[in-house]
């Protein structure tokens, strides 16, 4: 009689593929990731309790058991360097703060632009004063200037005349800016940098003056 082959046994499924192995990948769900650790998150022996009376050392246990009488959470704020500081509050109510907070300086934060002003070398005196009050807006509203001088032509043998009226005309607007980079020649183009001195506060309306005293007699009688 013919005799079987010897085959090896069968090897059992790893982890890699199916069976067992397949089901230890999910055994343990991850937590959903927060920007704050809370609760049992927070592993450390101790933490630093920041309430009304301020700063309190307490043991992580002691801590969770306040925080759970309170119906609140425990939340880390910082990482210290010896334990993480926390505080007793309610997480949502503590992002929704957070986030209120953060819109709010958000609105309030000017973002510095860059506006430009171009002009010829033969620019008139009219247009010239008309550029500087226009530079003069954009600095009181905290923006910067960029003024940009094109020479024409023959116009580029007389760049000297350029820089000079540059410098006119930060001399003009030197109330509300700092000279960030001076007359710098690049091809054709000449151009200068000003820095706003801040953003200044617009005039009130003015209200009509109140009508003298001797006129409102008169109109009386």
Known sequence: MQQRPNFPPPKKPTGDGGGQGRFNRFAKLRRP?????????ITESQVRVIGEKGAELLSTRDALARAKSQGVDLVEITKGQDVPIVRLVDYGKFKFEKAKKEKEAKKKQKVIQIKE????????????????????NFLNEGDNVKVTMKFRGREMQHTALGVEKLNEFYNKVSESAHMDKKPNLEGRMMSMTLRSKGAKPKPAGTQAAPAPATATAAAST
């Open 33 to 41: 990731t927060r920007e704050h650790r809370i609760n049992e998150d």
């Open 117 to 136: 002003i171009k002009m010829g070398p033969k620019i008139d005196t009219g247009d010239f004063d008309r550029k500087c009050k226009e530079a003069i």
